[in-house]
């Protein structure tokens, strides 16, 4: 069963709107950890912020704000007054404990954000 | 700062050569991860490994092997390239479950 689910495959917008990014996740821990990567054109993955669970206080760094929800298992997303270089693939993924006190990362689909000048 | 080295950033092979693709890590994480990113699959988990000689298969295993003989270099082995492994291969390490997953540059690589 799919464990983090971005729903929206692409967003188109115009520079200067608000984005949010959908992400939902699905796990029986307690404690898990959740992030989000953001993947530019050239291709590598960048680690934009992270969450436990047990920390549900919403977070905002420049443009860029998160809202942890644990009622909803959701971990959206909102970019501020979008810019053309926010444009790329943005991966939700989960980690929790496996057997053995691992732990893996799941990620979503991804959402590919197109913004437009 | 981490660095996650992969050997190549384009690959193009023939249907059933082996191909090895290589990953090196600087910053002694125990934990190394590869995933295949394909569109509208997003990625998903080959093989992981928590130490040296330590291997446990992911989500999609088949066609795949690893090794990991040193802390610092976890290597996937495509024992016979097909075409459906066509892909592009991310290595990612982590230091620990809480902490975030550093990427390589990614292969893509073409099997023809």
């Known amino acids: 069963a799919q464990k983090v689910t971005q729903a929206q495959t692409e967003i188109s917008v115009v520079e200067k709107e608000d984005v949010t990014l959908d992400c939902v996740y699905e796990?029986?821990?307690?404690?898990?950890?959740l992030f989000w990567y953001k993947q530019p054109p050239s291709g590598e993955l960048v680690f934009l912020i992270r969450r436990n669970s047990f920390d549900e206080q919403n977070e905002i760094s420049g443009r860029y704000s998160w809202n942890f929800q644990k009622s909803t298992s959701s971990f959206n997303f909102t970019i501020t007054a979008s810019q053309v270089v926010d444009s790329a693939v943005y991966f939700c993924a989960l980690s929790e404990a496996q057997s053995g006190g691992s732990y893996i990362p799941t990620f979503g689909r991804g959402t590919s954000l197109i913004v437009h000048p | 700062d981490v660095k996650v080295t992969q050997s190549s950033r384009y690959l193009v092979k023939r249907t059933g050569e082996k191909v090895f693709l290589e990953c090196v890590q600087d910053m002694d994480h125990e934990n190394m991860f590869w995933y295949r990113q394909d569109p509208g699959l997003g990625l998903r988990l080959i093989y992981f490994?928590?130490?040296?000689?330590?291997?446990e298969k992911g989500d999609i295993p088949e066609g795949y092997s690893v090794s990991r003989e040193k802390k610092e270099r976890f290597s996937l082995i495509l024992e016979s390239a097909s075409t459906n492994q066509t892909s592009m291969y991310l290595c990612?390490?982590?230091?620990?479950?809480?902490?975030?997953?550093?990427f390589g540059q990614g292969t893509r690589l073409t099997v023809v």
């Open positions: 490994s928590y130490d040296v000689k330590m291997k």
């Open positions: 796990t029986r821990d307690t404690t898990y950890y």
């Open positions: 990612v390490t982590r230091a620990g479950g809480w902490t975030e997953a550093f």
